[in-house]
């Protein structure tokens, strides 16, 4: 769906916008959703041109049997204390938005000094919520995805592109 070439224009691309953002902010503090944006973010990260620290939060949907489950659970929280921190949130994909949803309403009660989103891909098609991230790699057809950190039953993590697997969604 996407090859190597289009992600790393795109990554180029969002990291000159995002430093461009963030030019007059003492620094920006990166929270990758775990684990689908390993790779994404650290692409992401090792382009941009301003001051960054990287933190990590992962949660878990309740049960396994309907995706996606409208009930989150945090299951690893950030190291940093957020409070008057520029934050920027940075998930591999947005589907039905559940999950941004959460994390904006969790690490924004937390007094950021700003709080936004990143997403490499989006299903326009799929969203649940009305959420819209600040910054957008790709929009994508509702199908399942693989490749560049995102995972079918944690298969195809490592594929340097992003394909399309044949799988209910
Ligand atoms: O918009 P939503 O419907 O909430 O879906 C998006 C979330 O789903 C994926 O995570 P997943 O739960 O598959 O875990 P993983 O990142 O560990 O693969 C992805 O990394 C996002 O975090
Ligand atoms: N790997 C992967 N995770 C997802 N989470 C929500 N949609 C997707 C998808 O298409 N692929």
Redesign the pocket.
Known sequence: MLTVEQIARRVQELSRQISRDYAAADELVMVG?????YIFLADLSRALTIRRRIDFI????YGQQVY?SDSLRLIMDVRSDLAGQHVLIV??????????NYLTHLLGARNPASLRTCVLLRKPG?LKIDITPDYIGFDIPEVWVVGYG??CSDRYRALPYIGQVDRLI
Do not use: Q, W
């Not at 959703?33 to 944006?37: A, F, K, N, S």
């Open positions: 959703v775990l684990r689908g944006c992962a949660v878990s949907a996606p998930d591999d994909i947005l589907d039905s938005g559940l999950t941004l799929r995102l995972d």
